[in-house]
């Protein structure tokens, strides 16, 4: 079977690496490889600020799909405020809110298609923007039953769709929100702080080596894949740790043997 025969099992139509659309636009798969997580991740438009997109051919206004607007949010900055990227996240917007079946196919066969015979091993849910309804995390847990070989995690600030995922085997919710403190992510001694304060708590968790090096992924990581609670020094703003007079004690911290992860 070759991979337009494949789609078409599941009600896409497939050419030349696209698939039709329900607005009758041939767009790219769904879930797009990460250059820097080495997986496949999914995204749509972040905050809740609104955006001037492109769609179908029209300028419109969409709203993102968070439940909230975080400052510094990365999602609306750096290359994520390019045209060419918001525009992409756009039109999966609107397939999660408006065509959410076919948008369920659409992954479910991208997915299980995988690379080099076998299904993909990695996907991240929301590199961007957050579960916004009920029926939208119904559809994630409908596609990870339909894909047992692939691990997923996600991260989300909407406490409802969090405990949701609590009985779904491979599906892990990382904790956007951590007690006592706030958002996962800031600057040095923020994160220093939260991560004393749930080593201490008896809490497994984990600072992103991502801050310090290029050369972390999260295939050879996992810890967003396991952990509830993993924390990441902020990025996608002005911010310059290197700066910080805590640096040198982060990068220690960061590369210590317990927050060194085994798999």
């Not at 696209?18 to 496949?40: D, E």
Request: hydrophobic share 35%; net charge neutral; proline share 3%.
């Amino acid at each position: 079977m070759n991979k337009k025969e494949f789609f078409a099992n599941y009600g896409i139509e497939y050419k030349n690496d696209k698939i039709l659309a329900p607005w009758r636009q041939w767009v790219r798969l769904p879930l797009t490889w990460g250059s820097k997580t080495h997986c496949y991740g999914w995204s749509t438009l972040a905050g809740t600020k609104e955006w001037k997109v492109e769609f179908n051919g029209e300028i419109q206004v969409m709203k993102g799909t968070c439940p909230c607007q975080c400052e510094h949010c990365y999602g609306c900055n750096g290359r994520y405020a390019m045209s060419s990227v918001y525009n992409a996240n756009a039109w999966r917007t609107v397939a999660a809110r408006l065509f959410p079946v076919w948008l369920e196919n659409a992954i479910t066969a991208q997915i299980n298609w995988g690379t080099k015979g076998k299904s993909l091993a990695f996907v991240r849910v929301h590199i961007t923007g957050d579960f916004f309804s009920m029926d939208y995390v119904d559809m994630w847990k409908r596609i990870k039953a339909n894909c047992p070989d692939t691990r997923m995690w996600a991260y989300t600030k909407n406490e409802e769709a969090e405990s949701s995922f609590d009985n779904v085997d491979g599906f892990n919710i990382v904790k956007s929100l951590v007690p006592g403190f706030g958002i996962n992510y800031g600057h040095c001694d923020y994160v220093m702080a939260m991560y004393a304060a749930l080593r201490e708590a008896g809490i497994e968790t984990h600072i992103c080596k991502c801050a310090i090096t290029h050369e972390q992924h999260c295939d050879t990581c996992r810890a967003c894949q396991d952990l509830k609670h993993v924390l990441f020094l902020e990025h996608g703003s002005n911010y310059n740790p290197k700066t910080e007079p805590l640096w040198d004690q982060f990068v220690a911290l960061v590369e210590s043997s317990e927050n060194t992860r085994h798999i």
